[in-house]
């Protein structure tokens, strides 16, 4: 496009070594939407205010971006929300006797997309799949 200009955020530190297992995603996800939140304030001290912004919130991105631009329209991908069996996990049976935590690690990878997408103005899904991963199997 025409005079667009692009940013990047720069990722300084990762998960806290020994942090609790199922907190692990969650802890780089709210890193991810931090350092992606510093970006957005510094366009901000530039006067940019977005009328709307399109984002994915499964990495952290989106969640801290309602917080610089609380005007702008949000709209978000959903993509996936992740299940202890039958999509990304509990589908194979080489991988029955793992520990009993682990579906908790799968479940946790949810927090902070749920927490981007209750700012969401809209929520879109690619496929009619992907929508369905939101109700109960």
């Keep these: 496009m025409p005079n667009a200009r692009s940013v ?3 990722a300084r ?20 939407g931090a350092f992606a939140a510093e970006v957005a ?9 977005p009328d709307l912004i399109i984002g994915h919130p499964a ?16 709209i978000q991908i959903g993509e996936m929300y992740y299940r202890t069996s039958g999509l990304d ?7 029955e006797n793992l520990p009993p935590e682990q579906p908790w690690r799968g479940h946790a990878k949810n ?5 981007s997408m209750a700012e969401a ?7 009619k799949f992907q929508a369905g991963t939101s109700r109960p199997m």
């Design 8 to 10: 990047r955020y720069t």
């Design 13 to 32: 530190r990762g998960s806290t070594p020994g942090i609790f297992e199922p907190a692990t995603r969650a802890e780089a996800d709210l890193l991810r």
């Design 41 to 49: 304030l510094d366009l901000k001290r530039d006067d940019f205010s």
């Design 59 to 74: 990495w952290g991105e989106m969640v801290f971006l309602r917080e610089v631009f609380p005007t702008a329209r949000q």
């Design 89 to 95: 996990l509990g589908f194979d049976p080489e991988f």
């Design 111 to 115: 927090a902070v997309t749920i927490l």
């Design 121 to 127: 103005d809209r929520i879109v899904s690619p496929t």
